[in-house]
């Protein structure tokens, strides 16, 4: 495929989700005020993308599979198994999303080949895990958005729990307070994933009732009183005491590796990952909660969270640097008055317009195609250079270059 082509992507409807953040951005009617969750770009077999062929509309992860060299290049084709390594999304959370975290590669293999041994149906609600790849994310806000990261210091995680004068947590707490390491906090975290239901629900009422006075003093106590009133009971709404509690301005992301503990809350962003959708939950969800598994794929690391601001590339373009091997984020912002930008490519991208509208062309290939807000494109590593003219935001999602390759060249974009 030698052609920039336009891409239709599905729309995940998860309770969670806003009704109104991803219509706006396609500029379509929600006359049923359905909760648009997710926007999906890209060849995941959950829902793949449709591209725009010589044969009309197809499945992205069809035609991939036709002539994944074309599609890829040979160099990513080689090294993904013929498979695009990332999946591409807009998050709109309107509520907070389940308490989480994602295997490692190792992780995932073992855990999906035994989950296939045992004949878990693909799509059975106890599945943990639904394909063999690990998944890293990158979260970029688009709107202010909270999230909350990673386990808190256990300093701080004491500063936050001792306070509330839980008779259920006396002795966690004691043990954490002479063990304050990641083997303290694994047992603490243990301790009470493992409680009772009855306890549990106990636990969680003292600590809203608790929170409730403190409330004015640290906006974790606020958020655990929304969690309790979302989810009653449910253990998850502990998890701001315990996560480091994180707000991203638009513009600002975060990079989540593999076993990191997380929850987004509530905010609108742009989410680029390895293409996978292996869950495995710990609260805050009406879905399977397997406390065992998640337990073994947890990093119980203390650390300050890295927010990521983007490193300029070029006139026009800004990259968010992360360590993840399948994908690499970058933001585009385009002015009429600087006529054309040039881009080079040598792998699959996809570009998301959130702002304004532009013209793509590629050289020596006739014919422009015309891209507005909401509008997704698709340029195949057949196409290594494009330019793009307008008034127009984008997000580009594309497969790095390694490193360590020695036909690297300098991809990065050129002003013309």
């Known amino acids: 495929m030698e052609r920039i082509r336009r891409l239709k992507n599905p729309v995940q409807k998860y309770a969670w989700g806003s009704p109104t953040a991803i219509p706006r951005l396609l500029g379509r009617e929600n006359p049923d005020n359905d909760p648009w969750a997710e926007l999906w770009m890209g060849a995941h077999p959950k829902a793949p993308s449709r591209v725009t062929t010589e044969k009309g509309w197809e499945s992205l992860q069809a035609v991939i599979r036709r002539d994944p060299v074309g599609m890829l ?3 990513a084709s080689r090294r993904f198994g013929g498979r695009l390594p990332f999946l591409f999304k807009v998050l709109a959370a309107a509520a907070p ?85 990641r083997n303290g906090l694994r047992g603490f975290y243990q301790a009470l994933m493992t409680l009772s239901p009855g306890v549990q629900r106990r636990l969680v009422s ?15 106590y606020e958020w655990v009183i929304r969690l309790d009133a979302a989810y009653p009971g449910d253990i998850g709404a502990l998890a701001p005491l315990m996560l480091n509690l994180v707000r991203l301005e638009p513009g600002q992301a975060l990079f989540l590796p593999a076993g990191e503990l997380h929850a987004y809350l509530e905010g609108v962003g742009i989410e680029l ?36 601001s983007p490193r300029i590339v070029s006139a026009v373009e800004k990259v968010y640097p992360t360590p993840a091997d399948e994908f690499e984020l970058s933001v585009i912002h385009l002015e009429a008055k600087n006529g054309d930008s040039t881009f080079r490519n040598d792998g699959l991208q996809i570009l998301l317009c959130v702002e304004g509208g532009a013209t793509f062309a590629s050289p020596g290939r006739e014919g422009e195609l015309k891209v507005e807000k909401g509008e997704a494109i698709l340029v195949p590593a057949g196409v290594d250079a494009y330019w793009i003219r307008g008034h127009a935001g984008f997000y580009k999602a594309s497969i790095p270059r390694d490193a360590d390759d020695p036909d690297g060249a300098d991809l990065s974009p050129e002003s013309s």
Do not use: W
């Open 206 to 220: 003292k600590a809203a009732e608790g929170s409730e006075k403190l409330a004015g003093e640290d906006p974790a």
């Open 73 to 75: 290049g040979q160099r």
């Open 97 to 181: 999303l389940s308490v989480q975290a994602h295997p490692n590669k190792t992780q995932a293999k073992k855990g999906f080949a035994e989950e296939n041994r045992l004949r878990i149906p693909m799509d059975a609600p106890n599945r943990n895990y639904r394909d063999d790849n690990h998944k890293p994310e990158c979260i970029c806000a688009v709107e202010p958005f909270l999230a909350l990261c990673g386990f808190r210091r256990v300093s701080d995680i004491l500063a936050h729990m001792e306070p509330l004068r839980i008779e259920e947590l006396t002795a966690p707490l004691s043990t954490l307070r002479q063990h304050p390491d």
């Open 273 to 308: 990952m390895a293409n996978s959708d292996n869950v495995l939950r710990g609260g805050l969800t009406p879905k399977h909660v397997d406390a065992s598994e998640l337990m073994s794929v947890l990093n119980f690391e203390q650390r300050d969270i890295r927010i990521l």
